[in-house]
């Protein structure tokens, strides 16, 4: 829409190489159900770069970007410069590698991360115009953009699990925009399930799910790609 | 959506562009009709609050490629252009310089073009008085002029090239230039931005070490004074023979066409020059030593 084609405000140099990256780091740091409370919770942060992305990365200030996500900044805030300076303070061990994702978006990366408690990882990409696209978390394959208000849920693989999730977000008048729902790991009887959310949902909702018997971990991304700065 | 439908329907019903354009959004989106000049208006003070912050200082960009360019034209008399443009030209550098060195701004369209429009409507207020509620319309017709683009080729310097990015971003410009000076006239608003798009149409994305740097910064200024070319031409009743949303099909068609190296990859054009290589190894060795 014209609006997208104005704007948005963001910290340069690139909307693929730096604004997408601080969503994408914004992204991984939901998905630690501690941290929002926390700043410093978070211990240890790695990312994995597609090869491309990585020989570029200082010169795009993509690395400031990722880990200015990871800390709960936004892409408009001009912070993210001296990201990697404040999680040094905070004491958050971050490193660099350089991989290779074959048959993925060019501009992929891999943010996986600790903290005391949890530990989770992402893989997404920067596909232009600060969109970005989440193909995996925690094993399981999807296909988020971070426009709506978004649930990850791990649950047992047991039968009525999904109904039970789905009653709960039905009763607060919730509409689901978008569902998916894969096994994760047969063995421990485990499956993730994605929901995209037309509104936002509130923090008994969470909780509620949360308490769910099958129900084994919720987060909760709020929308990643907003436009307002 | 075709800008002439756009055009065709402000010429109909004898209402201004920009209000065809708002109510366009507001079918379009669900949204109400205001969040367009809403939004414009914080796009236009954002662009006016990154000037004065480069101002203050002139960061070196992460390479140390750019930093100090937009300071050489503030400290010099032109000689041939006149005052009105090389502000301009200083701002749209400024502009391009800050997103270089992380600054905030705005990507309009995108961060490696984000010099010509401020350089674009700084100057117009600066020399024209415009007021910033009449600045922000213009802007909304801008991007229309930078939608219709987007869908009918791309903004995207790895999708169609420079052309893609400079390229749409003097096309809004110069309709924004049309559209504050007269905004009835309609041949010149359709005319404007096909005139600056055809000028830079086949413009390739060679930046060197594959960063917004070189030749992207000092691309924004050339940006702005073709935008004032093309006004001023489709003021002076000069059309463009073809319309305007065949040119933007004709840039994607020809954006689709370019090779790969020539498309943000940096392995192409001037990234691909002696020296060219010669900077990326020297920028390499000295962050491996940081």
Redo the contacts between chains.
Sequence with gaps: ???D????????????H??GMVRLGRAFRCLFSEIPANRKALRKVEFRLNK?LF??H????TD?ALVGGVIGYFE?Q?E??SSLEIARSLGIDIAFYSDSFEGRHPNTVMISGSSDTETHYLIGAST???CIEITEIDGAPMNISGIYPTLIIKNLDTPGALSKIVEAISTKGMNISNLFLVRTNRLKNEATCIIELDNVPGNELLSFINRLDPVLYVAYLPIIAN??? | MDFRKLIDTAISTGTDLYEIIANWYMLESGASSKEPLDFSKKMIMAMLKAYEERRKESVPSLTGWTGNIAEKLRDYTPKFLNERLLYALEVAISMAEHNASMGKIVACPTAGACGVVPGIVLSLKRFDNVSITKLSQALVIAGAVGECIKEKASISGAVAGCQAEIGTATAMASSIIVYITDSTNYEALYSAPALALKSLMGLVCDPVGGFVEVPCVKRNAFGVSIAYTAAEMALAGIKSLIPFDEVAEAMGKIGRSLPESLKETGEGGIAATPTAKKLLREFINRSDNR
Excluded: C, F, Y
Aim: hydrophobic content about 35%; glycine content about 20%; cysteine-free.
């Design positions: 829409m014209i609006l084609v104005i704007g948005p405000i963001i910290i340069g140099p690139s909307s693929s730096t604004a491309s020989s570029s200082k010169g795009h200030g400031r408009w001009e993210i410069r232009g115009g600060a436009l307002s700065g």
